[in-house]
């Protein structure tokens, strides 16, 4: 046993061994398998779903028609099966034929079929069991009774009698039809009012096809539904004048589609209408409102619906319920089916998305482009919808049929629906995907062409001046496109699916128009009272071609900001009473309704660049002058001897002080009373990260938040506009509110420094922004000297402080020091004369040489001339060029011309609003955010992104300031003699 037990162990482990070698190499192989497909096998296999591959038929069998399994061959019968296989045996010479199940052999009483089975003549049934089930040894060929009582007729499968179509028996009392018309498996009567000759073309855009379906149904639906009130029947003639696009002629005997409908129609008068609408026949279906011109127009903007909508509060009312009858080709009905889970719009979405459709207010806007491939898979037929509005009145459920507008139906041959409204014919049913119309040769073949409702609108229009929410009866647009099919695989179409939302425009527009034309001319009248105060500045009586240059340039500045004015408002309003409102009162214009307002916003920027460029202009031609009160001390660094006495050389003035005084000049010309990058981080943060810009949607929610699933809609170019112009400005207002009130007061005001810095560098600083107008800062200083140390300059402030000295002002006893200056002609012609040296001068780049030392030596001659000469005249040393001091008048400020014209003397006008800042960017600080608000607009409403209008917002404004900069710089060194090299 021990020995046993050994050998069993040693058998074991060396089979273990073994199967450990044997097996190593199979580990980590791939296993694979060869595709086979049903069409690979012969006709001696099938295909074995369970392996799928090709087996083998067993002796006597043939693949059967489906390719998955076998069947006998002709002539033999099954012996037995067990649901996997088969046995056959051949029949014997006695009974050759086999049964139509197979299981039997069986004599013939007439011919034996291809197939191997007994053949019976027409209007005969082959009958081969008895009353029990038993085989007969002979079949037999029964002949169906035709006629009365009977009137049966052998059924499809021609092995029982039945009773024949109702419309053989009334109308030749038999189941012949005779030398009547045949038609669809029905009989009709020869005298039937539907011509024989039918047209059963449809006519796609590029060819036009005999279609198979129309050629099997159109005569005998037109037929059964004229005769015998077939509802079946006559919901398939509508259907088949829907798939020809609702198109017909006014020719009476047009064996069209829809030529045959409306022949119906008209011979069914008698029957009356259903549901009291007399566009909708008894047993017919609602396809046409009518012919009577105008129609559309009473249908659309008549009565209102019974419901209103709201927005917000108790009584909310968003809801659109919209219901559909569906039924088939054939004309059965199939459903009721509520709209809204994406079956009118084709293409793909998720359900939150899709609902998003039938919220009241929110316009919907979906497209895509779809594989012809996938049509033809997912709509072999198509269905037809017949769409109705659901509201309730209590406990009563009411349908309002929606009218549809289909774009391409011709009438005679033309696109009636795309003409004016008074010409359209309105209609009901609609299809989204026609795949049947367009097989040719038969039913199961690949269409030709097909026809898909490639834009589908639903349009909503307001009541006008409703308070309650009221709008008229909503119209569905349908345009249909033709796709011929070439490769499907590779074709695809664009759909699109939108409801849209309007309102009469016609008094928004004239009030807006009314505005436009009284703020117009309230403008040409300013613009002719600033040219008059024009030419009174540039002392020039003649109106010339300058003059009506100068008004254009001054008109479109203010006709400008009459149309900024006129936008801006327009956009707030809609923005608050559209996100605001209760009951429907306002709606949005649609997107070809604003173009006039994109136009206004054209206009206003073209026009604000302009009125830009010429300030711009103007700023970079400005006349001025320092003046030097500073005299040369009576101590001196040298002596020199004359005529035997000592004399003493006065110290020479210092002339850092005109550099420092033009660098801090050149410092503050694009100085504004914003921060333009604060400003632009601003309205950014607001629209981008707070969520503003929801606020700009086309619907009337005013949540800045909206879900990531959820449907987002347009944006409306009118909200858009309106909510970040209003953000701008209000930024921009603030900003303005802020540096004005607390950071000029509390910290830093540099136009008012300045004013402080002439005074401590005893330099007056003259601006002549006119021939003869223009602005004096008085920078006298009331120490007598600035060229001096430290220590003097800090007493000197510190009797300033404590009123141990006199006052800054041009008067005695005055703090004013700045003033608008309307000098003589006189004046300025001894001006421009001793300024003619400097017009001429050029400032060098480098150290100048000997042969440029003339002109240098003029024009400083020239300069202290000028000096001497404007410091004379301030001093009252020119009885000739004298000037008087004065405030002006209320009205002057506020329309900004002088009522006096300075013949005699010169004119200074008190000014402690510090105007000299108008030939800076600070003075026009109103014009220069106007035209960013402007920019950033228009560059936002053309690329529909915020980020990017602020980018480029940001470079314009850069680009603005270094072009002022640089030939700012460049007037100040030509107009001063001041070294453009000082100025840093």
């Known amino acids: 046993m021990a020995t046993e037990t050994l050998l069993v162990q040693i058998c074991r482990l060396a089979l273990m061994l073994f199967v450990t070698i ?96 007994c053949k019976c003549p027409q209007g005969t049934v082959l009958v081969e069991r008895g009353v029990q089930g038993n ?30 179509q109702a419309s053989f028996i009334n109308t030749t009392s038999s189941c012949v039809c005779g030398r009547n018309i045949l038609a669809g498996g029905l009989c009709f009567h020869s005298e039937v009012k539907i011509p024989s000759n039918v047209n059963p073309t449809v006519s796609f855009a590029e060819l036009t096809v005999q279609s198979a379906w129309f050629l099997k149904n159109l005569y005998s639906s037109a037929a059964a539904c004229l005769v015998f009130s077939n509802l079946t029947a006559c919901q398939a003639l509508g259907n088949m004048c829907v798939m020809n696009m609702h198109s017909f002629t006014s020719v009476t005997n047009d064996a069209a589609a829809c030529g045959l409908f409306n022949t119906v129609f008209r011979s069914t008068a008698a029957l009356g209408s259903t549901q009291d609408i007399s566009y909708w026949r008894a047993n017919l279906p609602w396809i046409y409102y009518g012919d009577q011109p105008g129609l559309a127009v009473r249908v659309l903007q008549t009565d209102p619906l019974p419901v209103g909508f709201s927005f ?32 009118l719009q084709l293409c793909p979405d998720t359900a939150t998305r899709l609902k998003a459709a039938y919220a009241f207010g929110t316009t919907y806007q979906q497209s895509c482009d779809l594989s012809v ?13 017949d769409v109705f509005m659901e509201f309730s009145k209590g406990e009563d459920r009411r349908l309002l049929p929606l009218p549809t507008l289909v774009l391409n139906q011709q009438y005679n041959g033309r696109l009636i629906n795309q003409e004016n409204m008074k010409n359209w014919y309105l209609t009901r049913r609609m299809f989204l995907v026609d795949t049947l119309s367009g097989r040719e040769k038969s039913l199961s073949s690949v269409p030709k062409v097909i026809r898909v409702a490639s834009s589908i609108k639903i349009r909503f229009q307001l009541v006008a001046g409703t308070q ?178 000592p004399k003493r050389d006065p110290s020479p003035v210092s002339i850092w002080r005109t550099y420092f005084v033009a660098n801090e000049w050149n410092e503050i010309q694009t100085i504004r ?104 800062i008085h920078g006298r200083s009331v120490h007598g000297h600035a060229d ?46 001793i300024r003619e040296p400097l017009s001429r001068r050029h400032g060098p780049s480098r150290l100048v040489d000997a042969s440029s030392a003339n002109p240098f030596e003029q024009s400083t001659r020239a300069y202290n001339t000028m000096n001497r000469f404007l410091g004379s005249v301030i001093d009252h040393a020119h009885k000739d060029m004298d000037y008087i001091v004065k405030d002006k008048l209320m009205l002057e400020r506020v329309i900004g011309m002088e009522f006096l014209e300075p013949n005699d003397k010169s004119i200074f006008y008190n000014d402690e609003s510090h105007s000299f800042s108008d030939v800076l960017f600070y003075g026009n600080e109103a014009t220069l ?45 030509n107009k001063t003699l001041v070294d453009e090299r000082f100025l840093i």
């Not at 409306?716 to 209003?726: E, M, Q």
């Not at 980020?947 to 603005?960: H, R």
Request: glycine share 6%; hydrophobic share 40%; with cysteine.
């Open 373 to 385: 491939a996938e049509l033809l898979r997912a709509y072999p037929e198509p269905l037809f919808y």
């Open 673 to 776: 009373k914003i921060s333009p990058t604060f400003q632009i981080l601003a309205v950014l943060f607001l629209l981008e990260v707070v969520g503003f810009s929801n606020l700009a949607l086309r619907d009337p929610w005013s949540t800045l938040e909206r879900p990531s699933q959820a449907y987002i809609p347009p944006y409306s170019l009118i909200l858009r506009y309106g909510l970040a112009a209003t953000l701008w400005l209000c930024i921009g207002l603030l900003q303005v509110i802020f540096f004005t009130v607390i950071h000029e007061r509390f910290v830093e005001d540099k136009i008012r420094q300045f004013v402080d810095l002439c005074s401590i560098s005893n330099i007056s600083v003259l601006l002549l922004s006119h021939r003869c107008f223009g602005y004096y």
């Open 468 to 645: 309650e929410g009221q709008v008229f009866p909503p119209l569905m647009s349908v345009s249909y496109r033709d796709v011929l099919i070439i490769n499907p695989n590779t074709q695809t179409i664009s759909v699109s699916f939108a409801v849209d939302y309007e309102m009469d425009q016609n008094e928004a527009r004239m009030k807006t128009d009314t505005a436009l034309g009284v703020m117009g001319g309230v403008a040409v009248l300013y613009s002719l009272l600033k040219t008059v105060s024009w030419k009174r500045r540039i002392a020039s009586p003649l109106v010339d071609i300058e003059t009506m240059l100068k008004f254009l340039l001054i008109y479109a500045g203010d006709l400008a900001n009459v149309f900024f004015v006129i936008t801006v408002g327009t956009g707030l309003y809609m923005l608050i009473f559209y996100k605001a409102q209760h009951f429907v009162s306002v709606l949005l214009p649609l997107p070809a309704q604003e173009e006039r307002f994109v136009t206004y916003i054209g206009c206003a920027f073209a026009l604000k660049t302009i009125q830009l460029l010429h300030k711009l202009v103007l700023q970079l031609s400005v006349d001025m002058f320092f003046i030097d009160w500073e005299r040369p001390r009576s101590k001196g660094s040298r002596t020199i001897q004359a005529t035997g006495e």
């Open 312 to 343: 917000k509060g108790s009584g909310k009312n968003t809801d659109i319920k919209l219901l559909a009858a569906v039924y088939n080709a054939r004309g059965e009905f199939l459903r009721w089916e509520k709209i809204g889970g994406g079956n």
């Open 929 to 973: 955010l106007v035209f960013d608000t402007l920019f950033f607009c228009v560059v936002d409403l053309g690329s529909q992104s915020f980020v990017l209008a602020a980018v480029l917002t940001y470079v314009q404004q850069t680009v603005f300031r270094l072009i002022r900069n640089a030939l700012g710089r460049r007037n100040l060194a």
């Open 22 to 117: 044997e097996l190593r190499p199979l580990r980590g192989q791939h296993v694979i398998v060869s595709l086979q497909r049903p069409s690979d096998c012969s006709v001696e296999q099938f295909f074995d779903i369970s392996s799928l591959s090709c087996e083998n038929c067993g002796p006597n069998q043939r693949r059967s028609t489906t390719g998955l399994g076998c069947e006998c061959q002709t002539g033999y019968r099954v012996i037995t099966t067990d649901g996997a296989s088969i046995t056959c045996l051949q029949c014997p010479t006695t009974k050759p034929a086999v049964t139509e199940d197979g299981f039997a052999c069986i004599r013939c009483p007439e011919s034996v079929s291809d197939a191997g089975m």
């Open 135 to 164: 085989y007969l040894d002979e079949a037999k060929c029964e002949l169906c009774n035709g006629s009365d009582p009977a009137f049966s007729v052998p059924n499809i499968n021609g092995d029982r009698c039945e009773r024949c």
């Open 788 to 833: 001096t140390n430290m220590e003097e300059m800090n007493i000197n402030l510190k009797r300033e402080a404590e009123s141990l000295c006199g006052q800054r002002g041009l008067l005695p006893n005055t703090d004013i020091q700045t003033f608008q200056i309307a000098i003589t002609n006189r004046l300025r012609l001894q001006f421009d004369r």
